[in-house]
């Protein structure tokens, strides 16, 4: 079974930047649906980017223009840049690798 860990979340005023990473056990790559998901407080989880094995990337309107996901086959690794960061944003992220999730991690956006 597919172990997947995401990191790179924390606390940031808005306006900046953070950049999340997603690793997992086996090659990442192999996999045909890898995204980026988030879920708010009291909120449903929501779709945020994905990457397809081709490398096309697509992304929710909400952060269409801000974030950005893309992959690394060296470290076996999807990241997903995140840019001007807002209150709304926040939430704890997950990384799904075919149907294998992560525990999520925790961005925080506020001044």
């Known amino acids: 079974q597919v172990q997947v860990v995401e990191s ?3 606390l940031v005023e808005p306006g900046e930047s953070l950049r999340l990473s997603c690793a997992a056990s086996g090659n ?3 996999q045909s ?3 980026w998901y988030r879920q708010a407080p009291g909120k449903q989880r929501e779709f945020v ?4 094995r081709g490398g096309s990337a697509g992304y929710a309107d909400s952060v269409e223009g ?3 996901i893309s992959r690394d086959s ?3 690794a999807v990241y997903l840049q995140m840019n001007s960061l807002k209150p709304d944003d926040t939430a704890t992220y997950y990384c799904r690798v075919g149907n294998a999730w992560g525990q999520g991690t925790q961005v925080t956006v506020s001044s």
């Not at 980017?49 to 397809?52: E, L, V």
Request: aromatic share 16%; hydrophobic share 55%; net charge positive.
């Open 8 to 10: 790179g979340g924390g």
């Open 28 to 30: 990442i790559f192999r």
């Open 33 to 35: 649906f890898i995204a």
């Open 49 to 52: 980017a994905q990457i397809t």
């Open 66 to 68: 801000r974030f950005a």
């Open 74 to 76: 060296a470290s076996n």
